[in-house]
């Protein structure tokens, strides 16, 4: 079993979050719903980066929202995120993770109902949001957030 790979995949999505977010108004522009929404969640997007996998489960709800309110410019991009995170959130099922499960192994407590023969499994999911198929979709959400909803999802 390997806990360090688990932490280390829950931190890189913690951060790959992070970096991403949104989409942008679309054709309601920044007073849109969708927009109104980016902005209330864009302050969990920056405690994701802080490590704090406690908050993964919020982050994830926010996310699957925030796709399916995208508008049609940037939809495929929020659809790739959403199918990733859709995929992870499979693999802690199988694996016998919850989210609340992470924090205790991000301090070195494994969950007993885990099973570790899957837990790679999972670890594998959460690599793949470092693909650059999701580094592009996240930078173009992240653009199409700051150019359309006025919200800047970079951190900066």
């Known amino acids: 079993m390997k806990i360090p790979m688990a932490i280390a995949s829950a931190v890189l999505l913690a951060g790959t979050l992070a970096a991403c977010g949104g989409g942008d108004g679309g054709s309601g522009g920044s007073g849109s719903d969708y927009c109104k929404d980016l902005k209330k969640a864009q302050g969990s997007f920056g405690d994701l980066s802080s490590g704090d996998l406690g908050e993964l489960d919020a982050a994830f709800k926010t996310f699957h929202k925030l796709a399916d309110e995208a508008p049609s410019d940037i939809d495929a991009d929020w ?7 859709d995929t992870v959130e499979k693999a802690m099922k199988d694996a016998g993770l919850k989210f609340s ?12 109902n885990v099973d570790p023969s899957k837990l790679q499994g999972l670890a594998a999911e959460m690599t793949k949001l470092g693909s650059s198929d999701f580094t592009q979709a996240s930078k173009s959400i992240e653009a199409h957030a700051k150019k359309t909803c006025k919200v800047d999802l970079s951190g900066s």
């Open 79 to 85: 659809k790739k995120l959403d199918t990733a995170l």
């Open 101 to 112: 499960d992470l924090a205790e192994i991000q301090k070195g407590k494994m969950p007993e």
